[in-house]
């Protein structure tokens, strides 16, 4: 790996874990779309998961109070269910078809709230997020927006809304992790990973992009909050769309 694309990651993983610690889903967005540039898909995938798994975690811990625990442990479930039945059919999108799924989740935001009846306040459907985010994230690499439709209606504030999604962003990137490091160990012994010492870097950098990020939260309300949270990552979307059209187009 060039020492430009090491420095790259390691400037990615704070900044990204900042807006994340923020927003709560922009930041993988942006990361996963980074890490792609300069990764082979699979491995992209499992260092995308480790170092979400990572600022999620710590966010969790940091933001602990607020964490809705009843909601945590049934997506958990539902994560294991997904992780069980993709590990069986696991198989990472070419680039363009990775920037396509990516630049169309943001979609999802854009829903009229009337349309939607998902609340992950309910058992069923905080299980039902745990199957579909995490399949969504084993497919696309990030399911963020799909994840926020399962908020945009319950009357959590924003702190909760925060500690509750990273903690269960811990199980999907999880399964992530054990799915496409598998994948990689079976097909090519790990080959197209970053080296370890830059991920004893990145890790210290995401968790203190989490720590500014949740200072930053505490300055926000909750309607701004939900206002810039949707521009942002329908801004990214937009980016990787024309991404997926320019690989798309260099490929025919």
Do not use: C, E
């Amino acid at each position: 790996m060039s020492a430009l694309a090491a420095l790259f990651i390691l400037v990615l993983s704070f900044v990204t874990a900042t807006l994340s610690g923020v927003f709560g889903m922009a930041g993988g967005l942006v990361l996963m779309g980074g890490l792609a540039l300069v990764l082979p898909v699979s491995a992209a995938f499992v260092t995308h998961g480790l170092l979400q798994l990572v600022a999620n975690g710590w966010r969790a811990i940091l933001h602990r109070q607020h964490v809705a625990w009843r909601i945590v442990a049934l997506y958990a479930l539902g994560s294991l269910i997904a992780g069980g039945v993709m590990s069986l059919i696991a198989l990472a999108p070419s680039k363009p078809y990775l920037f396509l799924f990516m630049g169309l989740l943001p979609a999802l935001l854009w829903l009229p709230q009337d349309w939607i009846r998902l609340d992950a306040a309910k058992p069923a459907q905080a299980l039902a997020s745990g199957v579909l985010v995490t399949a969504v994230n084993l497919t696309a690499g990030v399911a963020g927006p799909l994840l926020d439709i399962f908020f945009v209606r319950t009357t959590l504030t924003r702190h909760v809304i925060v500690a509750t999604k990273a903690a269960t962003q811990v199980f999907a990137h999880l399964a992530k992790i054990i799915v496409y490091g598998g994948l990689m160990l079976r097909s090519h012994g790990g080959a197209g990973m970053p080296p370890l010492w830059l991920f004893a870097v990145a890790i210290p950098l995401s968790m203190l992009g989490t720590v500014v990020g949740g200072r930053i939260l505490d300055r926000m309300t909750d309607i701004n909050f939900k206002r810039y949270t949707r521009l942002i990552v329908t801004a990214v979307g937009i980016l990787y769309l024309v991404q997926a059209g320019q690989l798309f187009l260099s490929a025919a």
